[in-house]
């Protein structure tokens, strides 16, 4: 197992299947195993061969929770969330104190339109550990799909102040505020984060998205090239770049800015 981990390090996915597949018809019985096996076959792109073997390991021992919660993220990604909520939701009967799993679970029942389920499992995570700031970020989430706005707003702001450099708090703050045109609030938002991090790109990125919602295209621009300088990887400010200039009918320079996305990806 330790040699299969190496080459899993080392991007060397073929040997580590074949090592994991190796022991898995040797010890058929041993869940961990599995698990490491459908690691592999994931870092191989093989999902559904993870799926199957994750199944196995999962019905072979119902509470054990690395199984449960990697065949839950595969479930997810593949759009089967009654599967993953039947599980996660077995899991939790045994094993309550798993956040990791209240998570997925949240997720899945916003995944099946289940919201105020998914508003539920964060309200309890809040109640358990009021100072941690992830449960009100993620309620915000679901409150904003809710169209609750106020709450999602009030929600955030507990996430900011017990996390005030989290760019992802911010980031719905200001899209709260773009959406109600309030852009004093959300330029003021977005100033507060550069004075905090002048050199990071995304203040900058923020800055532009503010920018354009306004129309003002010189601005915008002005704001997304210096985060294109700051990250050259952003591939975010490279889209609305794009945009401003499909907008402002500068079809040359969108062509551009395609090719420079294409040449990095």
């Not at 990791?100 to 029942?109: S, V």
């Not at 708090?169 to 773009?178: A, F, G, K, P, S």
Request: hydrophobic share 45%.
């Amino acid at each position: 197992m330790l040699q299969a981990n190496s080459w899993l390090a080392k991007n060397e996915t073929t040997k580590a299947v074949s090592a994991l597949e190796r022991l898995n018809t040797s010890y058929p019985g041993a869940p961990a195993l599995k698990v490491e096996l459908a690691k592999a076959y994931i870092q191989s792109g093989k999902f559904s061969q993870a799926a199957a073997v994750l199944n196995e390991a999962a019905t072979a021992s119902p509470n054990y929770a690395d199984a449960v919660l990697l065949l839950s993220e595969i479930n997810l990604r593949n759009g089967q969330a009654g599967l993953a909520i039947t599980a996660l939701e077995g899991l939790l009967k045994t094993r309550p104190d798993i956040v990791k799993a209240q998570t997925l679970l949240a997720d899945a029942y916003r995944a099946a339109g289940r919201l105020d389920d998914s508003a539920a499992v964060f309200r309890q995570q809040i109640a358990r550990t009021p100072a941690k700031p992830e449960p009100y970020f993620f309620l915000g989430v679901v409150q904003r799909q809710q169209n609750k706005t106020a709450d999602a707003r009030q929600s955030f702001n507990k996430a900011l102040e017990l996390a005030p450099d989290s760019a992802e708090t911010l980031t719905q703050l200001v899209e709260l505020d773009l959406v109600a045109k309030d852009f004093t609030g959300a330029m003021s938002l977005v100033q507060r984060l550069q004075e905090k991090k002048p050199s990071d790109a995304f203040p900058y990125l923020l800055a532009g998205k503010v920018r354009a919602a306004q129309k003002q295209w010189p601005e915008a621009e002005t704001a997304l090239k210096k985060a294109i300088q700051l990250n050259p990887d952003l591939s975010t400010a490279y889209d609305l770049l794009v945009a401003i200039y499909l907008s402002t009918n500068r079809l040359p320079q969108a062509a551009q800015e395609l090719e420079n996305i294409l040449v990095k990806s």
